[in-house]
C-alpha cells in the first residue's frame, strides 16, 4: 500500500472494475480499492447486461476482480476517506490509516438510494419494492403492481409500468391528485388511483402482499414502486473540491451527482469519475461502459503526460552534451 500506482480506482463495481480491467490491459499500475457495499446487492439478479442477463451482482464482481487482477492489477478491501493533491500526483487516506500514492483517480463510488420513510419499504427494497422497471419488470409482469407517489415524476411512473402489467395502481400518498388531463390518461390506461396516505408496506416474510393505508384499509399488492432520491457518494471528490450539483428529470430534482466531461474528467486535474456517482441514471451495462471510456481517457492523459517529460529530458541531455562539448568559454545553443 505504499506504493506509487498509475491510478487508483475508488470503488470496485461495475464502472471501476471496467475502468481498472481496460488500464490493467494498457499496463498501467492499477489499485482497486473497494467499501463491499454494491449498491445493486439487494438485487437477486441483474438485467440488461447482454450476454449476462439474469447474472447475481456478486458474480459479476467476483468475475471482474479475477480479470483484473489477471492482468496485474491489485484488488484490496477497504474505504477511502479523503484524496489530497501531492506533487504533479494525489496521496489517498483509507479509513483505516493506510496512504497510497497515485498519478491519477478514478472515483466510481456509486450512490446512496434514499427510501421514503415508510414502515416495511425499507425491508423489501431490490425484492417486493422496486424502482426500475428496465432491471425489475418482466419479473412483475402481469402481476398486481402499485406506485407510491414521492414526487411529479410518480405519474410518469404510473404511465410507465403500466406496459408491464395491466393491474396498476397509483398511491398518491399524500402528493397532488392528478391534474384533469392526468386523471383522464390514467383512465384511458385503467391504472387505478388510490387518495390517501401509505401507512406501511405488508409482507409475509420474505413477499410482499400489499400497502395499507392510514385508514387501515389493505390494498394487496404484489410489488410496490418507489422513486428514492439518488444521492452520489462523493466524499472522496469533494475532499478535492469537487461539489456535487443537483440533478432534474422532467423538471424535478431526482438527486445530486458529481458532474464530469462525456469521458469521465472532472474539473479538478487528474481526477475522473464514472457510473452512478456522475451519472445518476446509469444502469450495470451502463456504468460498466462508463469505466472503459474513463480508463481509456486515463491512459490517453498519462500517455500525453509521458510524452512531455520524455522530450523534456531529450532536449536537456542534448543540451548537456552540446555544453560538454562546446569549447572553453563558448555559449551552447
Same mark, same amino acid.
Given at each position: 500500500m505504499g506504493e506509487r500506482y498509475d491510478v487508483v480506482v475508488v470503488g470496485g463495481g461495475a464502472a471501476g472494475l471496467s475502468g481498472a480491467l481496460a488500464l490493467g490491459r494498457a499496463r498501467r499500475s492499477v489499485l482497486v480499492v473497494d467499501g463491499g457495499e454494491p449498491r445493486n446487492a439487494p438485487a437477486a439478479e441483474m438485467h440488461n447486461y447482454l450476454g449476462r442477463d439474469g447474472t447475481p451482482p456478486g458474480e459479476l464482481l467476483a468475475a471482474g476482480r479475477a480479470e483484473v487482477v489477471g492482468y496485474g492489477g491489485e484488488v484490496v478491501s477497504g474505504e477511502v476517506v479523503s484524496a489530497a493533491r501531492?506533487?504533479?500526483?494525489?496521496?489517498?487516506? +483509507?479509513?483505516? !490509516?493506510r496512504t497510497v500514492a497515485a498519478r491519477r483517480l478514478l472515483v466510481t463510488t456509486g450512490l446512496v438510494d434514499d427510501l421514503p420513510d =415508510?414502515? !416495511?419499504?425499507?425491508?423489501?427494497? !431490490?425484492h417486493g419494492v422496486l424502482h426500475c422497471p428496465y432491471c425489475h419488470g418482466w419479473e412483475v409482469r402481469d402481476q398486481a403492481i402499485g406506485i407510491l407517489a414521492t414526487s411529479p415524476m410518480s405519474m410518469h411512473q404510473a404511465l410507465m409500468w403500466r406496459q408491464w402489467s395491466a393491474d396498476v395502481t397509483l398511491f398518491v400518498h399524500g402528493q397532488a391528485e392528478p391534474t384533469d388531463e392526468e386523471?383522464?390518461? +390514467?383512465a384511458a390506461r385503467g391504472v387505478s388511483v388510490v387518495v390517501g396516505e401509505v401507512a406501511a408496506v405488508e409482507s409475509d416474510g420474505d413477499r410482499l402482499t400489499g400497502v395499507r393505508l392510514a385508514s387501515g384499509q389493505v390494498v394487496a399488492r404484489d410489488a410496490l =414502486?418507489?422513486?428514492?432520491t439518488f444521492t452520489a457518494r462523493s466524499a472522496v471528490p469533494e475532499s478535492l473540491g469537487l461539489p456535487v450539483e443537483p440533478v432534474e428529470a422532467m423538471g424535478t430534482v =431526482?438527486?445530486?451527482a458529481v458532474p464530469s466531461t462525456p469521458v469521465g474528467s472532472t474539473d479538478v486535474p487528474g481526477v475522473w469519475v464514472a457510473g452512478n456517482v456522475t451519472d445518476l441514471m446509469a444502469?450495470?451495462?451502463?456504468?460498466?461502459?462508463?469505466? +472503459?471510456?474513463?480508463g481509456a !481517457?486515463?491512459?490517453g492523459? +498519462?500517455?500525453?503526460?509521458?510524452t512531455r517529460l520524455a522530450v523534456a529530458a531529450r532536449r536537456a541531455a542534448s543540451s548537456a552534451e552540446i555544453q560538454v562539448g562546446a569549447p572553453a568559454g563558448a555559449g551552447a545553443r
Amino acid at each position: 500500500m505504499g506504493e506509487r500506482y498509475d491510478v487508483v480506482v475508488v470503488g470496485g463495481g461495475a464502472a471501476g472494475l471496467s475502468g481498472a480491467l481496460a488500464l490493467g490491459r494498457a499496463r498501467r499500475s492499477v489499485l482497486v480499492v473497494d467499501g463491499g457495499e454494491p449498491r445493486n446487492a439487494p438485487a437477486a439478479e441483474m438485467h440488461n447486461y447482454l450476454g449476462r442477463d439474469g447474472t447475481p451482482p456478486g458474480e459479476l464482481l467476483a468475475a471482474g476482480r479475477a480479470e483484473v487482477v489477471g492482468y496485474g492489477g491489485e484488488v484490496v478491501s477497504g474505504e477511502v476517506v479523503s484524496a489530497a493533491r501531492e506533487g504533479d500526483g494525489f496521496t489517498v487516506s +483509507l479509513a483505516d !490509516g493506510r496512504t497510497v500514492a497515485a498519478r491519477r483517480l478514478l472515483v466510481t463510488t456509486g450512490l446512496v438510494d434514499d427510501l421514503p420513510d =415508510v414502515p !416495511g419499504l425499507r425491508e423489501q427494497w !431490490g425484492h417486493g419494492v422496486l424502482h426500475c422497471p428496465y432491471c425489475h419488470g418482466w419479473e412483475v409482469r402481469d402481476q398486481a403492481i402499485g406506485i407510491l407517489a414521492t414526487s411529479p415524476m410518480s405519474m410518469h411512473q404510473a404511465l410507465m409500468w403500466r406496459q408491464w402489467s395491466a393491474d396498476v395502481t397509483l398511491f398518491v400518498h399524500g402528493q397532488a391528485e392528478p391534474t384533469d388531463e392526468e386523471w383522464e390518461q +390514467l383512465a384511458a390506461r385503467g391504472v387505478s388511483v388510490v387518495v390517501g396516505e401509505v401507512a406501511a408496506v405488508e409482507s409475509d416474510g420474505d413477499r410482499l402482499t400489499g400497502v395499507r393505508l392510514a385508514s387501515g384499509q389493505v390494498v394487496a399488492r404484489d410489488a410496490l =414502486v418507489v422513486a428514492p432520491t439518488f444521492t452520489a457518494r462523493s466524499a472522496v471528490p469533494e475532499s478535492l473540491g469537487l461539489p456535487v450539483e443537483p440533478v432534474e428529470a422532467m423538471g424535478t430534482v =431526482v438527486g445530486h451527482a458529481v458532474p464530469s466531461t462525456p469521458v469521465g474528467s472532472t474539473d479538478v486535474p487528474g481526477v475522473w469519475v464514472a457510473g452512478n456517482v456522475t451519472d445518476l441514471m446509469a444502469q450495470v451495462i451502463g456504468a460498466a461502459a462508463a469505466g +472503459l471510456k474513463a480508463g481509456a !481517457g486515463i491512459n490517453g492523459e +498519462l500517455i500525453m503526460e509521458e510524452t512531455r517529460l520524455a522530450v523534456a529530458a531529450r532536449r536537456a541531455a542534448s543540451s548537456a552534451e552540446i555544453q560538454v562539448g562546446a569549447p572553453a568559454g563558448a555559449g551552447a545553443r
